[in-house]
T-cell receptor, first 119, second 113 residues
Framework: SAVISQKPSRDICQRGTSLTIQCQVDSQVTMMFWYRQQPGQSLTLIATANQGSEATYESGFVIDKFPISRPNLTFSTLTVSNMSPEDSSIYLC????????????????FGSGTRLTVV | GENVEQHPSTLSVQEGDSAVIKCTYSDSASNYFPWYKQELGKRPQLIIDIRSNVGEKKDQRIAVTLNKTAKHFSLHITETQPEDSAVYFCAAGLNTGFQKLVFGTGTRLLVSP
């Protein structure tokens, strides 16, 4: 199955600063997805990152706040800019590919997440 | 856009009982329906999925059923065990060139010994 390394695993940041989250995959993937999971809530898609093109953002998320880079087929970064306490969440990257534990071996896998606290 | 509703929000069962979680979706074009299990402090883990050309799929104690006409799908866990305790999320995938997943609100399952 695809192995996704995400870092940092957690961080505590001052409001007004920015944090860049990195996601590294052990195989080449076309699409990488960035999600936000607010405390006790579900997962919300922030944007989709396709190598070689601008990321596609979901309603309510904008590039100035969440710039994304996708320099190659195994790596992506998400930056949370000008942070406020409302940005405190878990941020997860996800890819499509072989997923352990399924009979047909294919699905969407998540990284371990970045727990961000903004103070 | 797609909207996924999930019920119940919490579910408590005794060990050995069955648990059923239900989801409805709004976009009839959705064609992929995965279920994720998320233990406290961990990443969501894909446990089973179903595609719209199949009505039911089973993997040991876990099964998923899909009713395309009614636009709902369900997760069934039989012979529940304490280690099944977690938050479960359903999702609906819309093929937009890739599968764009919209998640339900989650169900907290507690299995008591």
């Amino acid at each position: 199955s695809a192995v996704i390394s995400q870092k940092p695993s957690r961080d505590i940041c001052q409001r007004g600063t920015s944090l860049t989250i990195q996601c590294q995959v052990d195989s080449q993937v076309t699409m990488m997805f960035w999600y936000r999971q607010q405390p006790g809530q579900s997962l919300t898609l922030i944007a989709t990152a396709n190598q070689g093109s601008e990321a596609t953002y979901e309603s309510g998320f904008v590039i100035d706040k969440f710039p994304i880079s996708r320099p190659n087929l195994t790596f992506s970064t998400l930056t949370v800019s000008n942070m406020s306490p409302e940005d405190s969440s878990i941020y997860l990257c996800s890819v499509e590919g072989p997923s352990a534990g399924l009979a047909d071996g294919y699905g969407y896998t998540f990284g371990s997440g970045t727990r961000l606290t903004v103070v | 856009g797609e909207n996924v509703e999930q019920h119940p929000s919490t579910l408590s069962v005794q060990e050995g009982d069955s648990a059923v979680i239900k989801c409805t979706y709004s976009d009839s074009a959705s064609n992929y329906f995965p279920w994720y299990k998320q233990e406290l402090g961990k990443r969501p883990q894909l446990i089973i999925d179903i595609r719209s050309n199949v009505g039911e799929k089973k993997d040991q104690r876990i099964a998923v059923t899909l009713n395309k006409t009614a636009k709902h799908f369900s997760l069934h866990i039989t012979e529940t065990q304490p280690e099944d305790s977690a938050v479960y999320f359903c999702a609906a995938g819309l093929n937009t060139g890739f599968q764009k997943l919209v998640f339900g609100t989650g169900t907290r399952l507690l299995v008591s010994p």
